[in-house]
């Protein structure tokens, strides 16, 4: 199953959605990166098949994607849809945040997040 994460293909892609980081994601990774969770690390921009994840912690098979403005307009939540449904194939879990929840309740972002991880280890 390796040939579906991080596969070469959507590198440069996965290079520009890093540099253009909206502030959200921007915030979000600030207080996940470098084990500051339990010790768990993220990785940020991970592709996985045809897709790339915000962020997605390897050893819990967690994915965190950050939902800004582009993923309510016309055919965006069928994708998106589809796309949780791939991943929950792949034996992933999914867990959704908005911009504003982030970037106004990050604390409680962080805590959903931790809560999560601990559930993984179960």
Request: proline residues 5%; aromatic residues 8%.
């Amino acid at each position: 199953m390796t040939e579906l994460f991080n596969t070469t293909r959507n590198k440069e892609i996965r290079r520009q959605l890093r540099e253009d980081s909206p502030p959200a994601e921007k915030r979000l990774w600030a207080h996940i990166r470098r084990r500051q969770i339990g010790g768990h690390r993220f990785r940020r921009q991970y592709g996985i098949g045809r897709f790339v994840v915000d962020f997605y912690c390897p050893e819990a098979r967690l994915v965190i994607e950050v939902d800004g403005p582009s993923h309510y307009e016309p055919g965006e939540p069928e994708r998106d849809r589809c796309r949780q449904e791939y991943l929950e194939k792949l034996g992933l879990r999914v867990v959704r945040f908005t911009n504003t929840e982030v970037l106004e309740g990050t604390e409680g972002v962080v805590e959903a997040i931790s809560k999560a991880l601990e559930e993984a280890e179960r």
